[in-house]
Structures are given as C-alpha cells and as structure tokens.
C-alpha cells in the first residue's frame, strides 16, 4: 500500500514537471523573438538562449513595381554559441523575372547584444553580416552593419515592444548606375495576443539599389507557436518608389528550435 502510494506521488510529481517544462514561458520566447524575414523585416535585440539552435526557412514573393516578380527562399541555421551572441548561417536563393543578382550567396551573421532592457533604457544589439560571392553574377564580399534596439512598453515581458534598426550595407562591387552603399531605417511594434500567438509591423525607409532610387515598404504579420519547438509566420506588404521596390509582397516561414 505504502509502495503504491509511494509511485503514485512520484507519478504526480512527474506529471507536474512535464507540464511546468511545456507550459514553461521559455517555450514562448520563438514566437516573440523577431528575426528578419520572419515574416517581417524588423530584428530585435534579443539573441536566442546560450546553447539553442533553431533551422528557419523563409520565404517572400514580391511584385516589383517594375512589373517583375521575386521570390526569395532562404534555408537559415542559428545557433547561440554563448551568452547574448549567437551566429547565422544562410542560403540566399532568388527566382522569378525580377534580377537574380546574388542567388547562391551564402551568408554569414554574427550577432551581440550589448545592453540588456532596463527600466530606462532599451536593449542594444549589433549585427555584421558577410555575403559570400557564391552565386549569381555576385562579385565582392558584401558587408552589412545593423544596429537594433528594442523597448517594451507593456507591463507583461513580449507586450507592447518598440523596435528600431539602423542598416547600412556596403556593396563591394558596384556597377554602373548602382550605390556603393545602401541605407536602411525601420521602426517596428510588436506585442503578443495571448500566450502563443504575436502580432507585428513595421515602417521601412530605405535607398535602392540602384542610383537616386529610394522606397518606402509597410508590413504587417503575425507568427503562431504550433509546438514548444515550431514557429509558423505568415505577413504581407506594400511599398511605395522606385521600380524595386516591392508593390506588394508575402511572406511565409517556418521556424524549429532545438
């Protein structure tokens, strides 16, 4: 009897540690954690947990108010090799009638937060990005600095959070009519709808490509916890300039951390 009441605690006691890891708020820190392209372009200042590795694939397709269309398939591994840093490795494919310049390009990411969330101040984080010359027409090695701050206004964590990112890009070969540097300002929101859902947008200032071209871009997207470990995001956009930039676009990805 003793022995009997003696398992069934310790199945009880089980039980509830199972419960606890799966309704355990670290299982919702995916769908809250903003990474670029998924769906949205906004990154925050929050790097994913020390030893954490997640595999995303993200997806736009865009309609150029050149006509053109784009479709963007980006296979991405992550991994935080240490405390508030963590390094990204992706594939940058390119399809459709818009130019594919850079399609096979690997991309390296190295991200560091620099400041953790006070009750004053926001979080700080750097980005510096290299684009290998792998694919398409590429030529040089492409850097990209970006600087991202994150603030949240809620009294809940993941409620009510403004983000800001500055980008600046240097493009290593540029041709002809093309900048040899390209600028980028986005301000974002995002907030959290109960406990696995959250919902996102941002404001995109940013210059084209191309010479004297500049392109305004609003998206909007939601992303859904479907797991403890799977994120699904899903967004649309529009923009207003010059031919490349995007009339409408949308965005889909998947996100499994382990």
Known sequence: MQASALLTGRAMKLAAMVCSLLLSPVALADVANLDSGLPIEIEDARPIERGEKALQLITRWERQRSGANLFVVEPQFQWGFAARSQVALTLHRLAGTAD??????????LMRQLHEETALLPAFAAFLRLDVPTGHESRGLDTTVRLAATKTLGA???????????????????G???????????????????????????????????????GTI???GLRRELSRETTLSLGVGAGHGGPEVSRWRLMAGLERSF
């Not at 594919?100 to 990411?109: E, F, I, K, P």
């Not at 301000?187 to 959290?192: A, E, H, K, R």
């Open 218 to 220: 609003v998206e909007l």
């Open 100 to 109: 594919r310049t850079g399609n096979g390009d690997l991309r390296l990411q």
């Open 156 to 174: 809940e964590p993941d409620t009510h959070q403004l983000h800001a990112n500055v980008v600046w890009t240097r493009n290593a070969a540029p």
């Open 176 to 214: 002809v009519d093309e900048r040899s540097q390209v600028r980028r300002l986005l301000v974002g929101y995002s907030t959290l709808l109960g406990e696995r859902t959250a919902v996102l947008g941002d404001l995109i200032r940013e210059e084209e490509r191309s010479r004297g071209a500049l």
